[in-house]
């Protein structure tokens, strides 16, 4: 029996029926229906953004840093995140927290409120506590304890160990052990499958949010409906492609009032 292939229209409208994230890892995948899934319509149940992460319906689209440890172990705490889908916010050269361009607004980005102060830390204070709270415990690994108090304070020795290891590398301008990536992970109600990994030297956590959004909303001729949005916490900054437009039945939001730069269109459905 011989096939033939849908015609243009017939396949706009299997598109436009199609779960949405069915169809959007479809177009990924099969550049051949990319004109066509562009300008059918989209219809999305379930809509929410958070900082480093995208809901449709029941699949999460999340972006972190993963770590890898080019030689030797790698810390446990570190293994824990990774298996969560990374750390939420950019790493430096050092292993430190990278807040360079964590509120800096992109072209069509939306601050749904300023973010409060209070990131900047006192590096020579925290250096200071870590390396009193280690100095304690290696005394008490002296001390007379039995075998699940000796594994506790080993434990906490790790911790401290590792936890201020950044900073005196930032002290003595040094590399961390550890590789970094940024991870996309798509998570369902059971799975989360890794799909891609991008040396963060080229690209930081904004950017790679930004660059999402916009290969899944970006420049669609088809309109966007969407049945709920919700979840738009404050302190939020929407890494939204230009001219994004959707059509939205119900709004369940934490920070309503800014609402109207998104150019959301309420339906009368």
């Known amino acids: ?8 229209g017939s396949l706009k409208v299997v598109l436009e029926h199609m ?13 051949s229906i990319r004109t066509a899934e562009n300008v059918a319509p989209i219809r999305i149940n379930d809509l929410s953004f958070q900082q480093r992460s995208l809901k449709i ?3 999460e689209y999340k972006l972190g840093v993963h770590r890898v440890c080019a030689a030797g172990e790698l810390w446990e705490l570190y293994k824990e995140d990774n298996r969560s889908g990374g ?13 360079s361009i964590e509120t800096t607004l992109l072209p069509s980005d939306i601050q749904i409120e300023p973010r409060s102060e209070g990131r900047d830390v006192d590096r020579a204070n925290l250096i ?13 690994l002296g001390a007379e304890m039995d075998e699940l ?44 499958r890794k799909i891609e990994r991008v040396d963060p030297s080229s690209k930081k956590l904004p950017d790679a949010f930004k660059y ?6 970006g420049g669609r001729q088809g309109e966007i409906y969407v049945k709920k949005i919700h979840s738009l916490k404050k302190e939020l900054i929407l890494r939204v492609p230009e001219n994004l437009k959707l059509i939205v039945t119900e709004l369940f ?12 269109s309420l339906s009368t459905n």
Do not use: C
């Open 212 to 217: 999402l959004m916009t290969k899944i909303f």
């Open 87 to 99: 750390i939420g916010h950019d790493l430096d050269q050092y292993g430190l927290p990278d807040w």
């Open 253 to 264: 939001l934490e920070s309503p009032d800014r609402l109207d730069m998104l150019s959301l």
């Open 1 to 8: 029996m011989t096939t033939r292939p849908l015609t243009y």
């Open 149 to 192: 108090q000796k594994k506790n304070v080993i434990k906490n020795i790790n911790f401290l160990q590792e936890s201020i290891l950044p900073y005196r590398l930032a002290e003595d301008n040094a590399l961390s052990p550890y590789k970094m990536f940024i991870q996309l992970t798509v998570h369902d109600t059971v799975t989360a």
């Open 128 to 140: 200071f506590m870590y390396g009193n709270a280690l100095r304690h415990n290696l005394e008490a």
């Open 19 to 31: 779960e949405a994230n069915t169809r959007i890892l479809l177009a990924v995948h099969s550049p």
């Open 57 to 59: 319906n029941k699949i």
